[in-house]
């Protein structure tokens, strides 16, 4: 792994740090913690690393398609990535969520494949925001050929919404754009303090990616 890479991965660890920070220091009114996969008999439960408490996410997505993380990888992360959504059918699948309009929104979108399906294909996709794409989900980008034999690679991809910018809905979509299908794992969105100053391009969008996990340290 380059100079590079480890100083990408401590700024990943330190801003969920300061997320999960943050968070823990409110209460979870209007909080929307989403374990993709999650079986709903398992659901909710309380993440002790930074007291959020995680739903279900199969109110939210029709499909019923669920993958498990490989179980030597998914010891070095945290519950919410254990599992995943994956999404064999249609190009474009969607979650619909209900929030507050005028209210300003922190978000931060999650994906693991973990060798789930034992393909070992990480998968490449789009990720889009109501019409609008956000962002490229390439899993196996960059990877060495280790990495890619644990198949430890966390992406994360956050961004902040100003209250003119969200209606009563905020729609969350991954589009197949090739032969691989899909996946995610986790979703976050808290509501930030309208007094908080956002540009209006909604772009304090702190965007990052890219977390190998080569050690037994867990990842929350």
Request: proline fraction near 3%; glycine fraction near 8%.
């Amino acid at each position: 792994m380059t100079v590079r890479d480890n100083m990408k991965n401590h700024l990943l660890l330190a801003i969920i740090g300061t997320f999960a920070v943050i968070v823990g220091a409110q209460t979870q009114e209007g909080f929307i913690s989403l374990d993709c996969g999650l079986p709903l008999d398992e659901s909710p439960y309380n993440n002790s690393f930074n007291g959020l408490t995680f739903s279900s996410d199969s109110n939210f997505i029709q499909t019923e398609k669920i993958g498990k993380v490989d179980k030597d990888v998914f010891k070095r992360f945290a519950k919410q990535y254990g599992t995943m959504r994956y999404f064999p059918e249609g190009k474009r699948n969607c979650y619909s969520l209900d929030v507050k309009r005028g209210t300003n929104y922190d978000m931060v979108v999650s994906f693991l494949y973990g060798n789930y399906d034992g393909l070992n294909r990480e998968p490449s996709f789009d990720l889009y925001l109501g019409s609008n794409k956000w962002a490229r989900v390439d899993l196996g980008a960059g990877q060495m050929e280790q990495e890619r034999r644990s198949y430890t690679k966390l992406m994360c991809f956050m961004q902040a919404f100003p209250h003119y910018k969200i209606s009563n809905s905020l729609d969350i979509c991954l589009v197949k754009t090739g032969e691989t299908l899909p996946v995610i794992s986790a979703i976050e969105i808290r509501p930030l303090g309208n007094d908080i100053y956002l540009t209006k391009s909604g772009s304090l969008a702190l965007f990052f990616r890219d977390y190998y996990s080569t050690s037994d340290e867990q990842i929350r």
